[in-house]
């Protein structure tokens, strides 16, 4: 029986990842987030408690974001004094800039501009947070990602990151660990940022969460949808169970000019891992899993891939279920296998499993075992590893 202390009285449901504020009421991390003050562009937030309005600490995200803030003050200083090319993407999104459009205008003025309106949100930032603040706990706290573990990642460096993540399984707080000095970003979001789709498989399947948010707001996906090509990297997160905020779509036709990924993203199901199911013309492929590659939305039918044969097939949409990739599912393992003598990163893949589960697998291997065994290979191009898989 659910009584009133068992409910979050914001959202009236049971709750997920609760808070307990120092006044002793408990709200889902969710809700509280929502109604709080963490965004200094969300005009309507409140700084109390919803029940008995008692002051709400400050939290760990709202400092990393006013650590943002002032680091994003330090990158428009190094742009004002001598051009960037690294910080254009972060500095076109808050100016609200194309990436075609920065080329002209990113003058002189428009980072004046910039300097103006960050400086106005430290300000607030200050205002909020106050003197020798009350922090809050995290619902879920991660370690810091040392500067050139971060760096590892972002030079393909897998030996260097998997050495520092150590024996498996590797704590959450660690394979989630954030860069204080670079936007809380994780690894996952150094691995998309490069492409290394071998290195996001490595991270996803050690428990890396897919939709981690830096002190920007940007989850890697979001991160992918600024990339100009349909990227295999937004792609790969979509299998994994990407979200899709409501302005992925917008970023990915202004930011990213990428019409493809935006018509792809409104679909229910596009990009998306599913199991094939209820198909009575081709039954064995019933159970199989597979990749929706494109909606057609004259007929409401997907062009999906199955994992399994590589076959490019029509199907319906109701015989399509969402079955994302998760790490006891991951479809297909990616381990790191080693240095070519060029000093580049080996990657293997080393099973894969298409079906409903164990007993399937095993099925599926003494059955296909030998078609896909070249695949196992060690692949030399960390891309090569992911073409038509
Ligand atoms: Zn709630
Ligand atoms: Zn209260």
């Not at 959450?172 to 809380?184: L, V």
């Not at 399947?205 to 939709?211: R, Y």
């Given at each position: 029986m659910n009584t009133e202390e068992e409910l979050c009285v914001i959202c009236l449901e049971s709750f997920q990842d609760p808070i307990k504020l120092p006044c002793s009421h408990t709200f889902?991390?969710?809700c509280l987030a929502n109604w709080r003050p963490s965004n200094v562009d969300k005009e309507a937030c409140e700084n109390t408690c919803p029940k008995c309005r008692a002051k709400i600490p400050v939290t760990k995200e709202m400092m990393n974001q006013r650590t943002h803030f002032k680091q994003f003050r330090t990158l428009l200083m190094?742009?004002?004094?001598?051009?960037n090319e690294g910080a254009i993407p972060f500095i076109a999104e808050l100016l609200n800039f194309s990436q075609e459009q920065n080329q002209q205008d990113f003058n002189e003025l428009k980072l004046k501009a910039a300097l103006n309106a960050v400086d106005e949100k430290i300000a607030r930032m200050d205002e909020l947070i106050g003197e020798n603040p009350e922090i809050l706990e995290d619902v879920n706290p991660v370690e810091e990602l040392p500067n050139e573990i971060r760096r590892a990642a972002?030079?393909?460096h897998t030996d260097i990151v998997l050495e520092w993540l150590g024996e498996e399984p590797i704590p959450?707080?660690?394979?989630?660990?954030?860069?204080?000095?670079?936007?809380?970003r994780t690894l996952l979001h150094e691995a998309e940022f490069i492409g290394n789709l071998p290195l996001m498989s490595?991270?996803?399947?050690?428990?890396?969460?897919?939709?981690?948010k830096s002190s920007s707001g940007q989850t890697p996906f979001r991160q992918a949808?600024?990339?100009?090509?349909?990227?295999?990297?937004?792609?790969?997160?979509?299998?994994?169970?990407?979200?899709?905020?409501?302005d992925c779509v917008d970023v990915a036709l202004k930011y990213g000019r990428n019409k493809k990924l935006a018509k792809l993203i409104q679909s229910p199901l596009g990009g998306r891992r599913c199991e094939l199911r209820g198909l009575t013309?081709?039954?064995?492929?019933?159970?199989?899993?597979?990749i929706a590659l494109r909606y057609l939305s004259d007929s409401d039918k997907y062009i999906v891939r199955v994992e399994l044969t590589q076959e490019t097939v029509k199907v319906k949409a109701e015989n399509l279920k969402r079955r994302d990739r998760t790490r006891g599912d991951p479809g297909r393992l990616i381990q790191y296998a080693g240095r070519h003598e060029d000093g580049a990163c080996k990657y293997a893949i080393i099973s894969h499993c298409f079906g409903e589960g164990d007993g399937e697998w095993e099925d599926i291997e003494r059955k296909y075992g030998d078609l896909r065994k070249e695949e196992w290979q060690l692949s030399d191009d960390p891309s090569d590893i992911f073409r038509g898989l």
């Open positions: 889902c991390a969710k190094t742009c004002l004094s001598s051009r972002e030079n393909a959450y707080e660690r394979i989630n660990a954030t860069s204080p000095n670079k936007f809380y490595i991270l996803l399947q050690l428990g890396a969460e897919v939709n981690v949808c600024h990339e100009k090509e349909l990227h295999d990297a937004a792609r790969l997160l979509l299998e994994w169970g990407a979200e899709i905020d409501n013309a081709s039954p064995k492929l019933n159970g199989l899993t597979c």
